[in-house]
């Protein structure tokens, strides 16, 4: 996905290795992930690369320190884009992320509005189970295109 954007080669290695380096956060930290079903649904790179997406998606679910919820096609609440927060020790940091910005707070403000969307997402997202399942049917989906 990266390589699509106008990178140079050693800003792609860069971003790359961040993206890595950020997934080692998952062998010690609770974390809950909400997808919308689209993006299990919208073809990004081949089939195969969405199968064996799928496929680690569910691997990282089966983790008890992760949990995975889908919120169903057909739902507008969180579609503006990416929100990712984080606490610890009673402190949370958001990350805010659009197509042309990514903007990192703790100010308390946008912190309590960043609690209150992700209840919102988090409310019309289908329980831990159903989203296993629907990433299951994605990769199996996805197989069948190979």
Not at 4 to 28: C, F, G, I, M, S
Not at 116 to 133: Q, T
Request: net charge negative; aromatic share 6%.
């Amino acid at each position: 996905m990266l390589s699509a954007e106008p990178y140079t080669p050693d800003k792609l290695e860069e971003l790359l290795t961040a993206r890595l380096e950020r997934q080692q956060v998952l062998q010690r930290a609770y974390l809950v992930s909400i997808l919308d079903a689209g993006v299990l649904s919208r073809c990004i790179g081949s089939a195969a690369v969405m199968a064996e997406q799928c496929a680690h998606l569910v691997t990282l679910a089966e983790r008890s320190n992760i949990a995975l919820h889908v919120v169903p096609e057909g739902t507008n609440t969180g579609s503006w884009g990416a929100l990712d927060i984080a606490s610890r020790d009673g402190l949370a940091t958001v990350n805010f992320s659009t197509a042309t910005d990514d903007v990192t707070t703790t100010a308390t403000e946008r912190v309590d509005r960043a609690m209150l969307a992700y209840e919102r997402i988090l409310g019309y997202a289908l329980p831990k189970p159903a989203s296993l399942d629907f990433v299951r049917q994605q990769e199996e989906q996805w197989k069948a295109q190979i």
